[in-house]
């Protein structure tokens, strides 16, 4: 499908608007829904280039899988987001894509054990086992970090969120 001379007119003024990964990204979006993905392939190399960080390149992967479906491609990108992952949650995050939009729970399951390897707190630990349970099914592995989250909670609002956790992801309403 051609692009009509309004959409190009007006891809072009967002290009030349554009400054960061998200601006590139978005473009690339919208000129690849209007069916034009070669142009689209251009803007996603170029958010690609000024991608900083692991959402940045998790979103952008995202974009290419499901606007171009380029598996290939995509995988490398989610390379570079691992790689440029800081924290737990940014494992946890890049782990859940990983499920959820490549499929591939090999590859998430050693990307969620880093996220567990640095997680020290309440909230990490529980949100890592309910992605577990969610993504992974992985209810054994859920609950030893549900213990290391039990062991770290403090306020009555942590108890609380645990066991709204362990009754919604586990069926455990006793422990809850």
Same mark, same amino acid.
């Given at each position: 499908?051609? =692009? ?7 891809? %072009?003024?967002? %290009? ?7 601006? $590139? ?17 251009? +803007?996603?190399?170029?958010? /690609? ?36 992952? %800081? ?9 859940? @894509? ?7 729970? /090999? ?13 020290? @707190? $309440? @909230?990490? $630990?529980?949100?890592?086992? /309910?992605?577990?349970? /969610? +993504? ?8 030893? =970090?549900?213990?290391?989250? %039990? ?10 969120? $645990? ?14």
């Amino acid at each position: 499908m051609a =692009l009509t001379k309004e959409q190009i007119k007006e891809f %072009e003024e967002r %290009e030349k608007a554009a400054n960061d990964s998200y601006g $590139f990204r978005s473009v690339a979006d919208d000129i690849a829904e209007a069916g034009d993905k070669e142009w689209a392939e251009k +803007n996603y190399k170029i958010a /690609e280039e000024k991608s900083e960080d692991q959402c940045d390149f998790s979103d952008l992967a995202g974009s290419i899988l499901e606007k171009l479906n380029d598996k290939k491609w995509a995988k490398k990108v989610y390379e570079k987001a691992e790689s440029n992952s %800081e924290d737990c949650s940014d494992f946890r995050s890049l782990a859940d @894509n990983l499920c959820e939009k490549l499929k591939d729970k /090999e590859w998430a399951k050693k990307v969620y054990k880093k996220s567990e390897e640095i997680t020290d @707190n $309440f @909230n990490d $630990f529980n949100d890592l086992a /309910e992605s577990l349970c /969610e +993504n992974l099914g992985d209810k054994k592995w859920a609950k030893l =970090l549900y213990k290391k989250a %039990e062991a770290e909670a403090e306020s009555v609002w942590d108890f609380r969120s $645990f066991a709204e956790s362990l009754c919604q992801k586990l069926g455990d309403k006793e422990w809850a």
